[in-house]
């Protein structure tokens, strides 16, 4: 991410950080601005659009302004599951786990029942445990180790308390991973902390705290999902995990070379050496200018 960042300040762009947006103004069916939480109003033409289509959609473009996604439309479309997720550190490395572990329960069938249909949080579980320190020793100082488990849940609109059930809940996967695939855990453990459905929904803005935007179902996959150009609002476009052509790294970054053949380019973007060589002749001539008196 720094990486990306610092090509994006390299090349001229503006990043704006703890900058919520409270809303997209239409006028006449086009975008004309964006409106920031801290009352900033950006005019624009085009709003190029990362985040969940279903939440944008219903949360900062006025009905009056959506004949084919209004409020109706989008509460018909079906979200996927949600994900409990605990991180924690331990000073003891465990250096027999791989990168990425799949830690299947004991039921399959039955635990997608209960996340999908039933919307219960079951006993069991299946987890997905993260070991970045496998592939990045500079996460950490030695002879510590990170991991973060996750666990699939249902989303919010199960009503599940997870203010009362997410402490349990955490304690209910270390102690199954101590017992099970990273012994003495709990005698190593250095801090842990956990995000439930609450923070996919709150702080990050998904629609019913799902994890990974619409459900992929036959009729909500590849061209069946939100489309990348938007059909109530011109200018307004989508990337990400919530549209064309699906969630998943690949499928992201896909919608993204999807979006950059959408867009009109009015004129060619220059390069970042045609750009400094630009600039540089425009302050050679200013610098001339002056010193002619002109």
């Known amino acids: 991410m720094q990486a990306v960042q610092q090509l994006a300040q390299e090349l001229g762009i503006e990043l704006r950080f703890n900058s919520p947006v409270a809303g997209i103004e239409v006028e006449a069916g086009r975008v004309s601005a964006v409106r920031t939480e801290a009352g900033e109003r950006i005019a624009c033409s085009r709003v190029v659009c990362n985040a969940d289509p279903s939440a944008v959609y219903t949360r900062l473009i006025e009905p009056r302004a959506r004949h084919k996604h209004s409020d109706r439309a989008v509460a018909k479309r079906k979200q996927s599951m949600s994900l409990f997720v605990v991180y924690f550190a331990t000073k003891k490395r465990f250096d027999a786990l791989a990168h990425h572990s799949i830690i299947l329960g004991p039921r399959y069938r039955e635990l997608l029942k209960d996340i999908f249909q039933r919307r219960v949080l079951a006993e069991d579980f299946s987890l997905y445990l993260h070991a970045p320190l496998r592939t990045d020793r500079s996460l950490a100082p030695d002879h510590t180790d990170l991991f973060y488990a996750l666990s699939p849940v249902p989303n919010q609109l199960s009503g599940l308390d997870w203010e009362g059930l997410a402490p349990d809940y955490q304690a209910r996967i270390l102690a199954f991973l101590d017992r099970e695939h990273l012994p003495g855990l709990k005698e190593n453990l250095l801090t842990a902390f956990s995000v439930d459905p609450r923070y996919f929904e709150n702080a990050l803005r998904s629609c019913q705290g799902a994890g990974f935007g ?71 001539n200013n610098a001339r200018s002056r010193e002619a008196g002109l």
């Open 214 to 284: 619409l459900e992929p179902r036959l009729l909500q996959s590849a061209y069946f999902r939100y489309h990348n150009r938007s059909e109530d609002v011109e200018g307004l476009f989508f990337v990400g995990a919530g549209v064309h052509p699906g969630a998943g790294l690949p499928g992201v970054l896909s919608s993204a070379k999807v979006l950059e053949k959408l867009i009109d380019k009015p004129e060619r973007p220059l390069s970042l050496p045609e750009a400094k060589k630009t600039l540089n002749n425009r302050l050679n």
